[in-house]
C-alpha cells in the first residue's frame, strides 16, 4: 500500500516541484534536473493571468445543483425501484445500471447536434441552445451520473427493514411521505458518500466541458486552464502551478468528508 500510495503522489509531487521552478531554470536546464531555486512566482501569475477565481466560481455553479439534481432523482427513482412491486423495476434497475457501460466519446457527435438543436430562454444560455452553455453541462453530468447513484441508492435502500413502511402505510403515510420523511432520513451516510463522490467526478469533469462549451469565460476551472497555453509556447510550470490551485477544493472536500468518501468505496458491500 505504501508502494502504490507513492506512485498515486509523484506525479503531484512532480508537479509542486514544477511549479515552484522558474521557467527560465528549467529551459536552461530541463524538468528533470536539480533545481537552483524555489519561488512562488508561477502560483502568484497563474493566480492573476487566469481568472481563476471565475472558473472556481462556474465550476461550483456546475457542480452544486449537479450533485444536488441527480442525488434527489437518483433517490426517487431507486425508492421506487426497491420499494415499489412492479414487473418494470428490474427493467428500470437494468436501463439506468445500462448507461454507466456508455463511454463518453460513443455519443458525443449526436449529443453535439442535439446540444445545437434545442433552444433554451437566454438567462439560461446566452447562446440561446443548449450547446455553449453552463445548465447544458449540468444536465449531462447529471445523466451520466444517473445510473451509477440508482443502483447504489437501490442496493442501500433494500436493506431498510420493510416493517418500518409497514407500519407507516398503518398510520396512513402517503407514498411521498414515505419517501421524503421516512427514507431520506434513513439513507443519509449513502447520500453523504455519494455527494462526497459526485463532487470530486463532476468538479474534475473535463471532456464534456471543452466539449460543449465553446466560451472559455463559461468553462469550468479543470478545462479552463487551457487558457494559459500560448499559441506557440506554453509555461508548462505556470500551466503546473494553476493545476495545483485547481485541486486544492477536492482536497478540501477529501480532507473534511474523507470518512463518507472512504466508505463510499465499500458501500454495500457489508449488507444485503
Given amino acids: 500500500m505504501l508502494s502504490v500510495a507513492l506512485i498515486w503522489l509523484l506525479p503531484v509531487v512532480f508537479a509542486l516541484y514544477v511549479g515552484l521552478r522558474p521557467i527560465e531554470e528549467t529551459n536552461k536546464y530541463g524538468y528533470v534536473s536539480i533545481a537552483h531555486s524555489l519561488t512562488l512566482t508561477n ?4 493566480w492573476r493571468q487566469s481568472n481563476i477565481l471565475g472558473y472556481f466560481w462556474n465550476s461550483f455553479v456546475i457542480t452544486a445543483p449537479a450533485v444536488v ?21 428490474l427493467a428500470l434497475l437494468i436501463l439506468f445500471t445500462a448507461g454507466n457501460l456508455l463511454p463518453q466519446q460513443v455519443i458525443i457527435t449526436p449529443l453535439y447536434r442535439l446540444y445545437l438543436m434545442i433552444p433554451l430562454p437566454a438567462f439560461l444560455s446566452p447562446s440561446g441552445y443548449m450547446y455553449n452553455s453552463i445548465f447544458g453541462l449540468i444536465v449531462i453530468n447529471v445523466i451520466f451520473q444517473m445510473g451509477f447513484c440508482v443502483f447504489v441508492l437501490s442496493n442501500y435502500m433494500k436493506t431498510v427493514p420493510q416493517e418500518m ?9 402517503s407514498l411521498w411521505t414515505r419517501y421524503w420523511s421516512l427514507t431520506l432520513p434513513t439513507i443519509r451516510p449513502a447520500l453523504a458518500a455519494l455527494a462526497t463522490l459526485l463532487t470530486t467526478w463532476i468538479y474534475n469533469d473535463f471532456f464534456w466541458a471543452i466539449s460543449l462549451i465553446s466560451t472559455g469565460r463559461l468553462r469550468p476551472i479543470t478545462s479552463a486552464l487551457t487558457d494559459l497555453k500560448g499559441e506557440f509556447v506554453a509555461n508548462q510550470n505556470m500551466i503546473a502551478a494553476a493545476a495545483l490551485l485547481a485541486a486544492l477544493p477536492t482536497l478540501v472536500i477529501f480532507i473534511l468528508l474523507q470518512k463518507q468518501f472512504v466508505a463510499g468505496l465499500t458501500l454495500g458491500s457489508t449488507k444485503g
Avoid: P, Q
Fill in 43 to 46: 502560483f502568484i501569475e497563474a
Fill in 69 to 89: 439534481v441527480t442525488l434527489f432523482f437518483a433517490s426517487a427513482i431507486a425508492f421506487v425501484v426497491s420499494r415499489r412491486s412492479s414487473k418494470l423495476n
Fill in 165 to 173: 413502511y409497514e407500519a407507516a402505510i398503518v398510520d396512513g403515510a
